[in-house]
């Protein structure tokens, strides 16, 4: 893992302005109870390569995405730590730029220069290692609530309206009471908040028969006009709609389509 965080900063010095100095890495990750132990890692490796590591504990895939173009917030490149829907016992890293998630080839070639830097120049075990601490979940909900604020011309456009989430004890449950709550729903009912990296009650996975059982039964009992499911890194959802009917992948995409469009 720390060859690849000092592989990926060298990949990003080479793709930022030369004046991007020193260069800024964040890092986040889901509940998975392996965490703490990779980001120890992916942090020794960008120090190592000579860049600064912001930590932004529990989050969001989408959120580490928007901390490379939020002003005021803006970092050089993002460091995810999930294996999305995958079991409890997997991992992975998701990389950003301000252009975007990383393609194929741009991994392999952090993969091939970690490779290259294991055999020429190991990483030392007593690099300094500084990680700043940033609650930048609250300025990414707060962008959330602010658009949507903006797009209704209220101030609470959910007043009036029950909305339950499902966050399968991954890194969801921010989204009741730091976006749903400040724009009035009510989110009594809403199931499996905090976070618990062994997913004790349901793997989080909108495409799981079982996540969507649980959501559209938390949804019905609650009486709630929407239930939300997630996964575990929040960049996948599905909803339940008050009769109990799942819309879930091309549906729910069909559905947002068609709302645009009215």
């Known amino acids: 893992m720390a060859l690849i965080g000092a592989s990926f900063a060298e990949w990003l010095r080479g793709k930022v302005s030369a004046s991007s100095s020193p260069l800024s890495v964040s890092i986040g990750h889901d509940s998975r109870v392996s965490a703490p132990q990779m980001k120890a890692a992916v942090a020794h490796g960008l120090c190592a390569a000579g860049a600064t590591v912001t930590d932004f504990g529990l989050a969001s895939t989408p959120a580490m995405f928007m901390s490379t173009i939020t002003e005021g917030h803006r970092y050089d490149g993002a460091i995810m730590l999930t294996a999305s829907h995958l079991p409890f016992n997997r991992n992975g890293l998701k990389f950003f730029t301000a252009a975007g998630g990383l393609e194929s080839k741009d991994i392999a070639e952090i993969l091939s220069g970690a490779s290259r830097r294991e055999a020429e120049s190991p990483i030392p075990a007593d690099v300094a290692v500084s990680i700043a601490q940033v609650d930048f979940m609250s300025v990414y909900a707060g962008q959330l609530v602010s658009a949507i604020r903006t ?70 009992a609650a009486k709630a006009d929407l239930g939300i499911v997630f996964d575990t890194d929040v960049d996948r959802a599905a909803v339940v709609d008050p009769q109990g009917n799942e819309i879930n992948r091309d549906r729910l995409i069909a559905l947002l389509a068609g709302a645009h469009l009215i």
């Open 151 to 220: 797009a209704t011309s209220l101030e609470q456009p959910l007043s009036g309206f029950k909305i339950i989430v499902d966050a399968g004890n991954g890194a969801g449950g921010f989204f009741v009471g730091k976006v749903l709550v400040p724009l009035g729903a009510d989110t009594t009912g809403s199931q499996f908040l905090e976070p618990d990296g062994l997913f004790p009650n349901h793997v989080p996975n909108p495409e799981a028969k079982e996540a969507m059982e649980a959501a559209r039964t938390a949804t019905l």
